[in-house]
């Protein structure tokens, strides 16, 4: 099956006890292996649910337990999710509705982070919910305020 990849902007973000990477559209070919490919190209997703979908497409990772982040490429607007590594199974858990709102989140925190407005924490969270829509505000909270928890 063939799918459109976006165009992906590279970056990091560093919090207190960890971050998000994202890949560059050529960058994140290569990051495929070990999700939707083996490292000899053999196909490692399946139809049934907890399988790695052939329709998702890592972008990142977070830092600190190195989950994947990635877009489910058969929908249009690029939600963009994160799932629990070495489980056993993918359950996937939207973090972002858009790819846009994914980035602009990102840029958001980092804006945040460097004039010190992210030690309001309801106001923060607040305007990050505004921006992932649908997306879950508890995987902002803990990669944020990992302290606090």
Do not use: R
């Not at 560059?24 to 292996?33: M, R």
């Not at 190209?41 to 600190?64: A, H, N, R």
């Amino acid at each position: 099956m063939g799918f459109e990849l976006p165009d992906l902007i590279e970056g990091e973000l560093e919090v207190e006890m960890g971050g998000i990477i994202t890949f560059s559209k050529d960058g994140s070919l290569g990051e495929q292996v070990g999700y939707s490919t083996s490292i000899n190209g053999d196909p490692l997703y399946g139809l049934d649910e907890g399988d790695w979908q052939e329709c998702w497409y890592v972008i990142g990772f977070e830092t600190l337990l190195g989950d994947p982040i990635f877009i489910n490429l058969n929908k249009g607007s690029l939600p963009v999710y994160t799932a629990p590594h070495g489980m056993g199974e993918w359950i996937e858990t939207c973090i972002a509705e858009t790819y846009t709102s994914f980035i602009s989140t990102l840029s958001f925190i980092e804006k945040s982070l460097q004039s010190g407005e992210i030690e309001n924490k309801n106001s923060t969270l607040q305007h990050i919910k505004s921006l992932i829509g649908s997306g879950e505000i508890n995987f902002w909270s803990l990669l944020i305020y990992s302290n606090d928890h």
